[in-house]
């Protein structure tokens, strides 16, 4: 199972998120939760970095299928803003998925 774990530090504001583990869907190659997964969460992390500059904190890689990315504190209000409607994206685009998929993918939000 891949489990996402989202880590506020308001009530409003994503701080980083994690995902971790194999949604074993189907055979490696074949399984589309994980390629979802995996398309949803680099694609906002390649977003936030393209379309604000803000330089992310990453962390992945590993047998068990691992990413952490943390966002930095010190950015402007109207970049926070880009960056949290990007994170928003993600997570709706997750909660899809697992609303679809619950048996291969589980997400914690930390508020």
């Given at each position: 199972m891949i489990k996402v774990t989202i880590d506020y530090d308001s009530p409003e504001r994503i701080h980083s998120f994690t995902l971790s583990g194999h949604a074993d869907f189907a055979k490696k190659g074949s399984d589309i939760v994980c390629a979802g997964v995996s398309a949803v969460s680099f694609g906002a992390v390649n977003s936030i970095i393209s379309l604000?500059?803000?330089?992310?904190?990453?962390?992945?890689?590993?047998?068990?299928?691992?990413?952490?990315?943390?966002?930095?504190?010190?950015?402007?209000?109207?970049?926070?803003?880009?960056?949290?409607?990007?994170?928003?994206?993600?997570?709706?685009?997750?909660?899809?998925?697992?609303?679809?998929?619950?048996?291969?993918?589980k997400i914690i939000l930390n508020k």
């Open positions: 604000t500059g803000v330089p992310l904190e990453i962390e992945q890689g590993g047998e068990g299928g691992y990413l952490r990315c943390v966002i930095p504190d010190e950015t402007s209000q109207d970049t926070q803003e880009k960056v949290q409607l990007l994170l928003d994206g993600m997570l709706i685009s997750l909660q899809t998925i697992e609303r679809e998929y619950g048996k291969y993918i």
